[in-house]
């Protein structure tokens, strides 16, 4: 059973910095995606990055060159640090996982609960 659990959210100032980070357990031996998503109030939820069980890295335009992704294969551990974030960035953050042979956006099976991110200006 696949368990996803995000922490580090938290309130800044724009032009600061956060680091996210997605305990994951149970997932799959190969071929899995990890990927951050995020839902700002009154929108839908939109593909941050992925990175594959091979280390292909995937950014939104939006927030290419900004956040950046990494995987800790031992311990199981998704991070994103945010930097230079913006108040277009305030949003409830998921971590999420699947297995398919492209990542990036799209469909994926398993969420955790959310991170809040609140930027201000």
């Known amino acids: 059973q696949v368990r996803l659990v995000e922490s580090g959210g938290g309130s800044v100032q724009a032009g600061g910095s956060l680091r996210l980070s997605c305990a994951a357990s149970g997932l799959a031996e190969e071929d899995y995606c990890l990927a951050w998503f995020r839902q700002a109030p009154g929108k839908g939820r939109e593909f941050v990055s992925s990175?594959?069980?091979?280390?292909?890295?995937e950014y939104a335009a939006s927030v290419k060159g900004r956040f950046t992704i990494s995987k800790d294969n031992a311990k199981s551990t998704l991070t994103l640090q945010m930097n230079s974030l913006k108040p277009a960035d305030t949003a409830m953050y998921y971590c999420?996982?699947?297995?398919?042979?492209?990542?990036?956006?799209?469909?994926?099976?398993?969420w955790g609960q959310g991170t809040q991110v609140t930027v201000s200006s």
């Open positions: 999420a996982t699947t297995v398919k042979e492209y990542c990036g956006g799209g469909y994926y099976e398993d």
């Open positions: 990175v594959s069980f091979t280390g292909k890295i």
